[in-house]
């Protein structure tokens, strides 16, 4: 076994490595892979192992047993007792290792514009500026993956069945995700992250709007437009009735239209991601 071990047991403040567990999955040759075939279908198995010391100390592994479901509910309860229990606000939606869902109620906010290429006509935003711009409720759900960013259409607490809007924020993709650009990503998913993943998305600096981004709003104008009106005047609330529902592409419908993606759908889909 490598030193790897054995420096991490040194830093492990008097743990002991006693175990470890092996993977195992038949997968053919990259030559003879077919082709599409995913990686995640392949047979697995797993094992584990005690792990003897030999004189100098060194680990070793030693012969081992197929890893059974006992063997992970007492893993998972060992390593559960190392999670410090936080408090959750009344934003907080879902509080998971791999998932943070949470929300903001619609505000006025300071808003940072250095569009590339401004429109002509525009009356607050052709040049460089911070403006104090009405913003929608907003859903967030960061996973290992991203960050994903949402409007809502009412200023309360969403439940499951609450259909989620397009974000009206140029740094935002037309699938959700943050544009992050060269703002520095939070380390850890915990609640105490939250004002490092708005940070990110409020206080970073608009340079266009990303593509498709346009066809997420109704109206004449545009979503560059819409947030000119908003700077010029003054306003001091989002209309969120020009925000179209998440997932529509803002072209011509087909006579069947899409199901509405809610917030239960989205936490069921970024699970899984």
Known sequence: MSDHSTHFEASGGGLVLTNAILLYRNQAPRNLKP????????????????????????PMI?????????????WTEALG???????????????????????????????YFALSSPPEGLRALSARTTVMVPYPAHLFIATRSGLGVYALAASERPAADTRVLHSPIL???????????????????GVA?????????FDSWSTHPNPG??????????????????AARRATRFPASRLKPFGSSGRRQ??????????????AASARA
């Open 35 to 58: 082709y599409g075939a995913s990686h995640e279908d392949a047979p697995a198995f797993a094992s584990i192992h005690a792990v003897d010391h030999d004189r100098e100390g060194q």
């Open 62 to 74: 030693a012969a081992g047993t197929p890893l059974s479901r006992a063997h992970l509910r007492q």
């Open 81 to 111: 007792r190392n999670v410090v229990p936080e408090l959750l606000s009344d934003n907080i939606l879902v509080a998971h290792p791999d998932m943070l869902a949470w929300w903001v109620p619609a505000q006025v906010r300071a808003a």
């Open 171 to 189: 740094n935002v993709f037309i699938d959700g995700r943050l544009c992050w650009g060269n703002v520095p990503r939070p380390k850890t998913l």
């Open 193 to 201: 992250a939250i004002p490092e993943f708005e940070r990110a998305v």
């Open 213 to 230: 981004q346009e066809l997420t709003v109704s109206g004449k104008g545009g979503l560059v437009r819409l947030w000119d009106d908003l």
């Open 254 to 267: 087909t006579r069947r239209p899409a199901s509405a993606i809610t917030l239960g759908r989205l936490i």
